[in-house]
Every structure is written in C-alpha cells, then in structure tokens.
C-alpha cells in the first residue's frame, strides 16, 4: 500500500510540475509590454498586427513579402472583429499646442462603394501625354481597386472614402498629432467638379465639424472650375463666408493692422489674366470686393518668375509655391525663396512656401518620372522645410496631406504588393513618420518664427 502511495504522489508532483511547466512557456510567448485587452497571440501575426484605430489591418511593417493572394473577405471580418492597435498614435494630450502658421493641402475627393456606389478618384485615368508618339509607348486606360489604385503608395486607411466621418476624423486626428494649424480644403463650387471626381461642397460641414473638435482651422483652395472669372469668384468668396464664416474652425488670419480676414489659396491664379483679378481685388475694380465684409487675403499661385509682377497688378496679398518638386518651377525652386521673400517684402505680400516630402505621379503620368523626386527616409523633406524656415516666411504651407496621385502625402502609408505592382511605402521607418516629422518641425518653426515676427510686424497668435 506505502509502495502504491509514493509512486501515486510521484506521478502526482510530475503532473503538477508538467503543468507548471508548460504554463511558464506560455507565458514566455507573451511580449513583456503586452497591455490588457490583446487577444493572445495576435502579436504573432503580422498581417493582423498593422491596425489603425478604424480597425484596419494590414500587413507588418517588419514583414517583407507580402501575399498577394490574401483572401479579401477574410480581411473584411478580421476589421470587424479585431481590436485596433493604438501604438501608432502619439498620447494627443501630450502634444504642443498647435501651430496655425503650418498649413495642409487637403483632398476630399476619394469615394468607394461603400459609401459613394463607386470608386472615385483611387480608379484614376492614366493620363495620355501631349505627344501622341509618346502616349503609344505607356499603358493606357484607368486603374482597377481595390488592388490596383492611381498611386504608387497604399494608404494605411485603405481605399477611403471622403464621406466617411470615421476617415475625417482619423485625417484630423493626424495633423492634430503633426501640430498643424490649418488645412487648405481643395474645393469647387456648388455644381462643379474635377474632371476626375463628384462635387463635394456638401462635406464642408462635417470636415469643420471634425476640424473644430480637434482644434484646427479651415481655409479654403480654390480650384480652377471652368470659367473661372472676377464675376464668379465674388459669388464664391461670398457663398463661402455666408455659409461657413460663423463656424468656429473657419480660418481667419491676423494681419498687420490687427484685422482678422479669411485666406483664400487660389490655384492656378495666373490662367486668369491680371486685369480680370484687378476687377475683383483692387479698390478701384468694377467687381472689387475690398472694404466690403467679403474682403480677404487671395494668395496666387506663382510658377514663372515673370507672374510676380502680374500678381501685383491683380491685386493679390500673398504668394503660394504649391508644387512639392524642388526644381519644376521657378517658385518650387527652394534656392529662389529668399528672393521671392525679398519681393513679398518690397511690395507687402505674405510670402508662403510649400514643402512636401517628396513627388511621384508616374502611377497618373508614366512619362513623368524626371520629376520624381525620391524621399530618402525623410531627408527631402526636412531640407524643404530648412529652407522654408531659412526665408523667414509669414505661413508654411505643406503639399500635401493626401494628394496621392502625385505621391506627396504626410498621411500614413502601408507596405503593400500585389501579383502585379509592389507599392512604395515609409520603411524602415513607421507609416507615421512625416507625421512625426512635421510635429518636430512645426514646434521649431513656431519658435524661430516668434524671434523674427516683430522684427517684420508679423502677428504671433
């Protein structure tokens, strides 16, 4: 019986020591910064670990090979069920305050099914070069998505839609985490539309809505609608300052003499000629909205050095740079701000720069790529902004947040191949990282701005 008892508890304390065991090897497969709520084991798999606070997944930044055969719908039930990854995001209340300076290129023109009954604007046309000899050479027709879009990057939020409140929502979270100020909402009006998209005129209520409870301000872009005149712009600065002027998020900027007026970033100023804009924007103009409650600070478009002069007989009050590729243009040229500062200075224009992280829109325009410029991990964009802050600007402006089609993004992209195209993505770096990188700069623009705004009687808050 004593024999049939030791070998009873031997057997017993090997169980026990068994269980013990293998509880500690469990154990062992949990990351030590684990947080409660993770489901066991997802920190395994890297297609499901990649998430966005929407509940997104995606693959890992650390996974290389990326399989193209990843059955869709099963994605589609993982975004439901899985819990999203909150590690990409900064701690907002740990965040400086932000900087209403800096402002943002902003598109709303992106659809899908779910919430447009369509694609729009990730299915883009590949655009035919003016040369007919040379068109036949490059693929033609339109982009196929989900898989296939017009961009050589993947968006961490997938094929969005605009109209999605979740996606505003994230897009203002974003530049809220960068420090950015503004966003300049491209915009046509009422009735109008790029050739490319729908019109979205309906969505500025819910972008200021979003905007405003992250603290951040609107201005407006104004795209080259047709037959864009004096006429019609009178109709549009009032449409826009009527119906939008009294929320909270609309953007005002101070100006020298303490007057709060509305910005309004025109692009492609120069298609009109100068004697039509002198209609609208000087005092004497037959269609002159200056002095009126309409008033306010129409910022021009300059490509060409020789535009600057117009830009002074139209009447503008200020300069915008817009393009992301050092080199294109004479106003894109960074070794030319300093001298288009000192004209901004001579003639009392504010003078706004705009840097990007880089440009390539060969997915759009497959003849383009000398204007391709390469980011290098962030080094193109932190030399754009050096130089910007090297010409002691009134506004920085920033191109873009979510132009994908021309490649020059800040929001977060994801690595991604498919059976026929591997897309560009941040690594080794985080999809956040022109995020992190405009927070960074943006706090020592603040600060370089303070010291050399009373020398120029430049407003500071």
Known sequence: MAKFRRRTCIILSLFILFIFSLMMGLKMLRPNKATFGDPFGLELLPVLHQQTRLGKSFDSQNNDKINSETNNKNLKSVEITMKPSKAS??????????????????????????????????????????????????????????????????????????????????????????????????????????????????????????????????????????????????????????????????????????????????YDSYITKPEKWANLLTTTGSQSIRNSPYDALFIALLVESKHRYDILQAGFDGIYTYFATNGFTYGSSYENWARIKSFCDQFNLLFIPSVGPGYIDTSIRPWNAQNTRNRISGKYYETALGAALHAHPSVISITSFNEWHEGTQIEKAIPKRTSSTVYLDYRPHKPSLYLELTRRWSEKYSKERATYALDQKLPVS
Do not use: C
């Not at 800096?102 to 779910?114: D, I, K, R």
């Not at 694609?119 to 898989?147: A, E, F, M, V």
């Not at 950015?180 to 539309?193: C, E, K, M, Q």
């Not at 019109?199 to 905007?211: C, E, R, Y």
């Open 89 to 266: 995001e900064p701690y907002l209340e740990e965040l400086q305050p932000l900087n209403y300076y800096l402002h943002v290129f902003y598109y709303s023109w992106y659809g899908n099914p779910q919430f447009d009954g369509k694609y729009i604007h990730w299915n883009h046309p590949i655009l035919k070069h003016w040369d007919p000899r040379l068109t036949k050479n490059y693929p033609q027709g339109k982009h196929s998505p989900p898989d296939d879009i017009g961009s050589s990057f993947y968006p961490e939020l997938g094929i969005y839609s605009s109209r999605d409140p979740s996606v505003i929502e994230t897009h203002m979270k974003q530049m809220y985490s960068a420090s950015i100020g503004v966003l300049a909402l491209s915009w046509y009006p009422p009735g109008t539309n790029d050739e490319n998209g729908e019109n979205t005129d309906d969505l500025v209520p819910t972008i200021l809505d979003k905007a405003h409870k992250y603290n951040l301000k609107v201005t407006f872009h104004i795209e080259p609608y047709s037959n864009r005149d004096d006429q019609n712009m009178y109709k549009n600065v009032k449409y826009i300052i009527d119906k939008y002027g009294n929320h909270p998020a609309f953007y005002r900027y101070k100006t020298k003499t303490g007057t709060a007026l509305p910005m309004f970033y025109i």
